[in-house]
Nanobody, 123 residues
Framework: VQLQASGGGLVQAGGSLRLSCSAS????????MGWFRQAPGKEREFVTA????????LYTDSVKGRFTSSRDRAKNAIYLQMNSLKPEDTAVYYC?????????????????WGQGTQVTVSS
């Protein structure tokens, strides 16, 4: 399977962006999926994860109430709606497919990664 993330860009603080991640090659409808991000000079960090059916969603504390994770199994895609963006959200955002049906915070559970999409939030 290949993952293609898109939707990043430059936005002012307080603005919104919607990231998409499309899978090709095979279905990921039975995989937990996640979003991670990596800011310059920092370690990659967990953002959110969604279970195979969307019934279980995890968020890191810093994005709770601002970001919303969703998926469309028919389209073989996941989405990340990001509202009230802050400069500290600036990073390359990666989507990933888990080896498990439930998403998790541990990057080691993810076996396939997309190429990343840049999100830049100006103050």
């Amino acid at each position: 399977v290949q993952l293609q993330a898109s939707g990043g860009g430059l936005v002012q603080a307080g603005g919104s962006l919607r990231l998409s991640c499309s899978a090709s090659g095979r279905t990921v409808s039975n995989n937990g999926m996640g979003w991670f991000r990596q800011a310059p000079g920092k370690e990659r960090e967990f953002v959110t994860a969604i279970s195979w059916n969307g019934g279980s969603i995890l968020y890191t504390d810093s994005v709770k109430g601002r970001f919303t994770s969703s998926r469309d199994r028919a389209k073989n895609a996941i989405y990340l709606q990001m509202n009230s963006l802050k400069p500290e959200d600036t990073a390359v955002y990666y989507c990933a497919a888990s080896r498990y049906a439930l998403g998790s915070r541990d990057s080691r559970d993810y076996v396939t990664w997309g190429q990343g999409t840049q999100v830049t939030v100006s103050s």
